[in-house]
């Protein structure tokens, strides 16, 4: 799981320069599909987000809804 994060902040970091250079705005919200997994990386606030991993057959429509409810609850509370 710490591979995983580790790589996500890397990807994490390219796409905000990537949104930043074409005028996008914040990223809030980063998937990748892969043979064995889903992973979604959603922003909480500037400085958190939450990784998601799912099973290659997990319902994604699915984890990203309980992903921003969790995400939205945590918000309330860092701030």
Known sequence: ?????AEMGGLLRAARSAGTAAGAG???E???????AITVLSRVT???????LLA???????????LRKAAAALEKELL
């Open 1 to 5: 799981m710490e591979i995983v994060a």
């Open 26 to 28: 914040l990223v809030r």
């Open 30 to 36: 980063i998937a990748t599909v892969a043979d064995g």
């Open 46 to 52: 500037g400085e958190y987000y939450l990784l998601l």
């Open 56 to 66: 290659r057959e997990g319902n994604l429509g699915r984890g990203r809804f309980e």
